[in-house]
């Protein structure tokens, strides 16, 4: 959980040059095409709830854009990490969310700053939207020192401010989201958590369930899941229909228990990304040729760090056991055998202690 100041820097000129880049097209377009559309969404089922959130949802062409840019590089990174763990250059796990993209941009979309995630390991995508850049996150995969843990967290653990992973368990991060909840609380900062799991670490319980391949539906939902946690009504459990296109993992082909024609059907007729930019286009929002520019200056981006994360370095050895604690009261830590110590240090703070 812990990253160096030069990391932090890197991510911050990044958004803003991705600010300035947005900022730039939005200048050179604002006056001949639309600025905001409102667009229905499917209804939501209810459970326990006397009213739900709305199925008209508003979005202007800068939270559009900015959007459909996000699920684009989501999209960009898990296919990347697909091919590096064939070349056997990502080791260990690796769990993509190829198809998911809407439930992470359209929850994210809703979060307010004081608002905290945590989730289980398909953790790729949530690490970049809360705040890591790209190479942060592919460094990361790669096991280099330009990760966002340093190489230190792999595919299953990453963490960033308000983040909390990369959980590696099935179904532990949901106590962990309550207590960063109960600790909103008790320090008053007015923040929710969403605790998120997959439908593989519970059987049923939902309240109200969602399209999660309509990223206007998961914002609205969320917003809709905010407001009812924050007006005092107790916690609320939201269920997202998605489709994930990969198997498990890696090492699951995904085709034992679906046939490769029901996916290819959902991928041309339910895609997250496809339909979020029909809408954009259909709406005058931009034009096909504008989003396909910045599809390639995605592509280029992705791929510039997908590059640097194969040519980046390793930690050193003396880093295996540095940053474990944030107040180390001993200067050693327990190696192999009890009577193997070794050093304890400090590189930099901790991402989440502010």
Not at 33 to 60: M, Q
Not at 201 to 228: K, P, S, W
Request: proline share 3%.
């Amino acid at each position: 959980m812990f990253s160096s100041t030069l990391s932090a820097l890197r991510r911050q000129a990044t958004q803003r040059n991705v600010n300035k880049a947005l900022s730039s097209w939005f200048s050179s377009s604002r006056n001949t095409y639309a600025t905001e559309a409102t667009f229905e969404t499917k209804p939501f089922r209810l459970h326990k709830l006397d009213e739900g959130p709305s199925t008209s949802a508003t979005v202007n062409k800068e939270d559009a854009i900015r959007m459909y840019r996000e699920m684009q590089i989501i999209r960009r990174m898990e296919t990347a990490a697909g091919n590096l763990y064939k070349e056997k250059i990502i080791r260990g796990f690796c769990h993509l969310s190829s198809g998911q993209e809407a439930c992470a941009v359209g929850m994210k979309a809703a979060m307010r700053p004081q608002d905290a995630i945590i989730t289980a390991y398909r953790a790729h995508g949530w690490t970049y939207l809360m705040g890591v850049d790209v190479l942060g996150v592919m460094s990361e995969l790669t096991g280099r020192h330009s990760g966002c843990a340093r190489g230190k967290g792999g595919s299953m653990h990453m963490y960033s401010h308000n983040f909390y992973g990369g959980n590696g368990i099935v179904g532990a991060q949901i106590p962990l989201g309550a207590g960063i909840a109960f600790a909103a609380k008790y320090l008053g900062t007015g923040g929710v958590c969403l605790a998120l799991y997959g439908d593989g670490a519970a059987n049923q319980g939902q309240v109200f369930e969602v399209d999660g391949m309509d990223v206007l539906a998961v914002r609205q939902a969320t917003e809709f899941a905010i407001n009812h946690c924050t007006s005092g009504k107790g916690p609320i459990v939201m269920e997202a229909f998605t489709y994930r296109y990969s198997g498990h993992s890696m090492s699951d082909p995904g085709t034992s228990y679906r046939t490769r024609e029901e996916v290819q059907e959902v991928r041309q007729t339910r895609d997250p990304i496809t339909s979020f930019r029909e809408r954009i286009v259909s709406s005058g929002m931009a034009t096909p040729d504008e989003l396909k520019k910045l599809e390639q200056e995605i592509r280029r981006e992705v791929d510039e760090a997908t590059k640097r994360s194969k040519q980046d370095a390793e930690i050193g050895m003396d880093e295996l056991t540095a940053d474990v604690y944030s107040n180390p009261l001993e200067d050693k830590i327990r190696g192999i055998a009890p009577w193997e110590q070794l050093p304890h240090k400090r590189l930099g703070p901790a991402v989440n202690l502010k």
